[in-house]
């Protein structure tokens, strides 16, 4: 149980585009899922937390505008990551909090490279 | 504000042999600990938690870890370790208050386990 897919797993834009990251909850409800970004030999940096129904609450310095977080339903949340360059590269993961498991664990997905050319 | 450090950015230890792997976190109350496993190019898998209770948890491949409130540490461990083992380790700690960012999680910088035959 507690499954949480990422799609794509590997992307590659031209610069100037827009790419679009899902995160599902597979056999379970998610309230709120939370968007990291992760450099590479680099630890995983807090980009937002979303949560179903409502705005996404930004970390400070994330440019809202340029990853827009829409959480639309308790079993999906998707990042976009607009106007891409290459700076934007890296390994975007999301993870999902359980509502029914008590609130305080979350499951991370697999991950998904984004490589900006 | 939640921080973690995690000491040793790279330990190296030959298989069968124990293993330490250090985190000190920094919270205003009673933290939620976690420590999770990344291998390359994966998302993470949780490898034990901490939420209250027994201040030694057990969690799964062998690994324990110890609560340690007097020196706000989480050190984890493994009595005799693998090859299969080596891998990138994250020690995290998750906020307890409500709001919007409930289970927002702050990471350390992570240890690179490296295991020698």
């Known amino acids: 149980g507690a499954v949480v897919s990422q799609h794509p797993s590997r992307v590659i834009c031209k610069s100037g585009t827009s790419v679009k990251i899902e995160c599902r909850s597979l056999?379970?409800?998610?309230?709120?899922m939370f968007w990291y970004r992760q450099f590479p030999k680099q630890s995983l940096m807090l980009m937002a937390t979303?949560?179903?129904?409502?705005?996404?609450?930004?970390e400070q310095g994330v440019e809202k505008d340029k990853f827009l977080i829409n959480h639309a339903s308790l079993t999906l949340s998707t990042l976009t990551v607009t106007s891409a360059h290459p700076e934007d590269s890296s390994f975007y993961i999301c993870?999902?909090?359980?509502?029914?498991?008590?609130?305080?664990?979350?499951?991370f997905g697999p991950g998904t490279r984004l490589t900006v050319t | 504000a939640q921080s973690v450090t995690q000491p040793d950015i790279h330990i190296t230890v030959s298989e069968g042999a124990s293993l330490e792997l250090r985190c000190n976190y920094s919270y205003g109350a009673t933290p939620y600990l976690f420590w999770y496993v990344q291998s390359p190019g994966q998302g993470l898998q949780l490898l034990l938690k901490y939420f209250s209770g027994d201040t030694l948890v057990q969690g799964i491949k062998g690994f324990e870890a110890e609560f340690k409130r007097s020196q706000s540490s989480f050190n984890l461990r493994k009595p005799s370790v693998h090859w299969s083992d080596a891998a990138e380790y994250f020690c995290?700690?998750?906020?307890?208050?409500?709001?919007?960012?409930?289970?927002?999680?702050?990471f350390g910088q992570g240890t690179i386990l490296t295991v020698h035959p």
């Open positions: 056999d379970f409800q998610a309230t709120t």
């Open positions: 979303s949560n179903e129904g409502s705005k996404a609450t930004y």
């Open positions: 993870s999902a909090r359980d509502r029914g498991g008590g609130g305080y664990e979350q499951y």
């Open positions: 995290a700690v998750g906020r307890r208050a409500g709001g919007t960012s409930y289970g927002k999680l702050t």
